[in-house]
């Protein structure tokens, strides 16, 4: 029994799922690549449409490229860059000066990470390597982003060790995202 029965929203796939108090039994795949596909990052702040999703994606491909262990050696990781931003698709896209200062909601977002984590078995809390390569991806991909998807900022951002990757963004759509993330997905997970 949940302390809140009321405190539900409904999935794309039609799951009642409870984000204050997540259950992996809940969390689908469908509804996670759906919903990431669709919210854009930076609040819409961006010249076009670049979703979380895509965004997932690019740190997942990052990864790859950069991570010198054998594919099958860091697939866990993998997986962890793909689904690193997954609770937004239960919880919503804050920017990260908001998201600092707001300590109860990242209890929740750790909460439904773990749910996550637990269903797709990529393990969380993640160990310091899995720690280390998605936040580099995380990173080279906002200053990435930055570079190729916002206006000229107003003054220098301070958000990134990492400078960008050489790869150009270049968005998809929200429904090329949502395939490629399922695609990717199912090739980490085979």
Not at 85 to 106: C, G, H, N, Y
Request: some cysteine.
């Amino acid at each position: 029994m949940r302390k809140n029965e009321s405190a539900w929203i409904q999935t794309f796939s039609g799951v009642k799922y409870y984000p204050l108090e997540p259950l992996a039994e809940d969390v689908r795949l469908e509804d996670i690549a759906h919903a990431l596909s669709l919210v854009c990052r930076f609040g819409g702040h961006c010249k076009q449409f670049y979703s979380v999703a895509e965004h997932s994606i690019r740190c997942c491909e990052y990864v790859n490229r950069k991570c010198l262990l054998t594919r099958s050696s860091k697939k866990h990781i993998l997986l962890a860059a793909l689904m690193h931003d997954a609770a937004e698709s239960f919880l919503a896209d804050i920017s990260r000066p908001v998201k600092k200062t707001m300590r109860q909601f990242s209890d929740i977002e750790d909460l439904n990470i773990k749910a996550i984590a637990e269903k797709f078995q990529f393990g969380y809390p993640w160990n310091e390597e899995v720690e280390y390569w998605v936040k580099r991806a995380d990173n080279v991909m906002l200053a990435t982003e930055a570079r190729d998807l916002m206006a000229p900022p107003p003054e220098k951002w301070l958000f990134s060790p990492e400078p960008p990757d050489d790869h150009w963004i270049v968005p998809m759509t929200s429904q090329e995202a949502e395939r490629t993330f399922l695609a990717l997905y199912d090739e980490l997970t085979q």
